[in-house]
């Protein structure tokens, strides 16, 4: 079998090459600056594909996903849109990303980043407290990142949780919303709201002005998704008149975020740099691996996206 590492940049393969050398060092992988002969390749590793080398790959059997995500994938202008794409699904990147949107559901609800604004003040202000029950938040997508993190949620005592997908979900403890028809539903008086939806032509821009304006006044965003959900310039019109009081951001229109962007200098906006559930080879090799062994036995691979749904 011949693994192609498709990725923008070279970055971690050496991660893979180590890992995939514990259980097979006959592997090898491919970076694109290596000589390959391209209709050699059966299976490649991809993180935003670039334009240019799909055609070339004629006997490719399986595009994996080296994220959670595809949307950098489908975007790809000449994808072979005959080749299956699996994508990584990893306890541990759920784990991360549950304790990123704890950090931001609890900056919000014990309110620390109004009190690191009255630090840098000097000012010792106590402010009212809020209480779980009352407490709404909202998750956009109840899949394998949405689910992890309502759950996670639950545990650490958040009793007012919301969750909006395309199909109706039981889940206990979680009022649950589908469709288009029941977003302003979902939405309507939510004190956090946290997007974990996949990047595809429904949900571009999702986050903007008219959904903000469902929320209860002074809500705080997460989105730790992707950068094309936000309508960044909607955030901005929704901090300044106070509709939003704040947000945890680790995805964005541009990255890296430019330096010349706004939202580096609005105190309101904490930025992290994609980083909010990080892909980990020592996890996530495994599947890869079963995926590249499937491949080879002509069975089909595990975590396949469907092209139509684009997630
Ligand atoms: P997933 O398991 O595929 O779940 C997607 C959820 O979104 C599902 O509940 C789905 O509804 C819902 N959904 C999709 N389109 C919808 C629509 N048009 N209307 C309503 N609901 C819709 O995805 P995941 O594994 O949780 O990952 C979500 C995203 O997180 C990824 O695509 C990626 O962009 C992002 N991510 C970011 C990081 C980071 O470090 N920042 C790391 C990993 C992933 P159904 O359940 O009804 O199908
Ligand atoms: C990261 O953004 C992923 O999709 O895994």
Request: glycine content about 6%; proline content about 5%; hydrophobic content about 40%.
């Amino acid at each position: 079998m011949n693994i192609l590492y498709f990725t923008e940049t070279e970055r971690g393969i050496n991660r893979w090459r180590e890992e995939f050398a514990k259980v097979d060092p006959s592997l090898t992988i491919y970076g694109l600056d290596e000589a390959y002969d391209p209709a050699s390749i059966d299976v490649v590793l991809a993180w935003k594909p670039p334009q240019g080398i799909f055609p070339s790959l004629t006997n490719l059997k399986l595009t994996q996903s080296l994220g959670m995500g595809v949307d950098h994938i489908i975007k790809c202008p000449d994808l072979n849109k005959s080749v299956p794409i699996a994508r990584i699904i990893d306890t541990d990147m759920s784990v991360q990303m549950s304790e990123y949107s704890l950090y931001g559901v609890l900056s919000a609800f014990r309110k620390f980043r109004q009190y690191a604004s009255f630090q840098s003040a000097l000012e010792w202000s106590p402010q009212s407290r809020h209480f779980h029950e009352d407490f709404a938040i909202g998750i956009l997508g109840l899949g394998e990142l949405g689910g992890a993190v309502a759950a996670s949620l639950l545990q650490n005592g958040f009793t007012n949780l919301r969750g909006w997908a395309r199909s109706e979900k039981s889940i206990p403890g979680i009022q649950s919303f589908a469709g288009n028809d029941a977003l302003y539903d979902f939405a309507k008086g939510l004190d956090v709201l946290i997007c974990l939806l996949p990047l595809t032509k429904e949900t571009t821009d999702i986050l903007n002005i008219n959904l903000f304006a469902q929320l209860n006044t002074g809500a705080f965003l997460i989105n730790p998704a992707r950068g094309e959900h936000l309508v960044e310039a909607d955030l901005l019109t929704a901090l300044e008149s106070g509709q939003i009081s704040g947000a945890l951001l680790d995805v964005f229109r541009e990255e890296p975020l430019p330096k010349s962007h706004p939202f580096w200098k609005e105190s309101r906006i904490e930025i992290t740099p994609h980083i909010a559930a990080a892909t980990n080879p020592r996890t996530a090799s495994e599947q890869v691996f079963e995926n590249i062994q499937r491949i080879k036995q002509n069975q089909a691979a595990l975590n396949l996206i469907d092209l139509e749904k684009e997630y």
